[in-house]
């Protein structure tokens, strides 16, 4: 029944249960701009979730690498909050240890790391965080870096919130709280 | 209006926006104090890991921002617009979330009260009483440019509370207008740019960029404004390999300060990878 229960955990979003409204129109993947890059577009995606094949769904690196630019959340006829759920299923992979080997995730734990020690992202230090898990795009950016290096845009020294043992408090309670929270661990992670 | 700033975290790496931005609202005689000890609004990537993380992250600094007595957070970033006003949406309607969010917050002492607006930069400078400011002080109407107002994503979408049109803002175009500039009719000026996918999926985002420069240059633009530092970055960072030419993407507060007569060198307009050249 598991299959069921993750439904279940999606319809629980605000909106998430417009997701049985889906008429498979396409308007989201025609719409999508990453669309060519995944493997199933978000109507698929759906089509998939809606038919219980969860295991395609989070194996999928559909909603990994959605950018977020919420065309298809503000033209979908039935007003299903795409980009949301997009959202929801990152969180409910990363729940239930499905963090695949995609660098879309490593650049988000990377910058996710360098903001829990900071406070602030520094993105000198995000990107060093980030090439150790994916160290082949090293080369790509070494020129982009020193040009940037060479016009006064790469910053080294980051400077954190005032009081940062006190912002990992408010983190850290923030973490305890998500727990029971809807999308996360609910089906005991 | 009551309103402080919130830069976030990728304004000082930014190629002129901050200096531009300080430049001009001293010129103005404009006061807009910073956040006090602001964090990072966790963009995309929080909401990608832990929400309830993400929605602390932007209260921490509305609650900031009211207890600092302000009405109004006015923020130069599309992401930090976004993530403010999503978290703000979102608490608005979730009693319970925003006690969490304020159990979390109560850690350091703080409070989310929910009272705070959240305004764009752009918008910031059209509101009325701040707009003339500017449009009296202009000297060089920048009549001899050409200009594609690049809005990027996350200015008009998504929808949360009165948002300028999703896909054909105009909030822009006006301002570019205001300062004499020819502004062309920009199809793409609010498609994406591949955002933060450029890290890992670049590949996939240098089609997107291709396809905003060339209908840039296509419809005669000589610069393309921007309001975000990320979109900057996305748009001209790739150009030279993406067989389209070059144009130079500058941020909306680099043209208004030499509108007003300021000297290229406080506008920091020479930390640009794709030059500005052209005479104005």
Redesign the interface.
Known sequence: MEARELLKELLKMPGGDQILKCIQCGTCTGSCPMAPAMDYGPRKLFAMAKGGDFREVFDANTYWICASCYFCTVRCPRGIKITDIMYALKRMAVARGYAPKEKAAYMYQAFKDTVDDYGRLSEAKMMQRYLMKAPFDALKNASLGLRLLAKGRMEFKVEPVKDVAAFKRVLEKARELGRTSRNQGALGS | MNAVFYPG??L????GYQESIEAVLEALELSLPWVE????C????????????AL??PA?VMAIAEGMGADTVVTPCNACYATLRKARA?LA??PE?KD??N??????G?RYWGKVGVEHLLDYFLEPGIRETWISRIRQPLTSLSVAPYYG??YS???TDGEDH??RPQALDTFLEFLGTRVVDFTAKT??C????M???????L??VRRILSDASRKGAQAIVAICPLCQFNLE?PQGKLGVGNVPVVYFTQLLGLAIGMDRKVLGL????VPFKVAV
Do not use: I, M
């Open positions: 975290c990728t000082r790496t930014a190629a000890d602001w964090n990072c966790g963009a995309t990537a929080y909401f990608s890991l832990d929400e309830l993380v602390v992250l921490r979102v309607d979730e979330l969490n969010v159990k979390a917050l109560a850690e350091e703080k994503c996350q979408r998504p929808q999703p896909e498609y994406c591949g955002a933060a996918q890290v890992a999926h670049e590949e996939a985002c089609p997107l960072a020479k930390k640009l990878l």
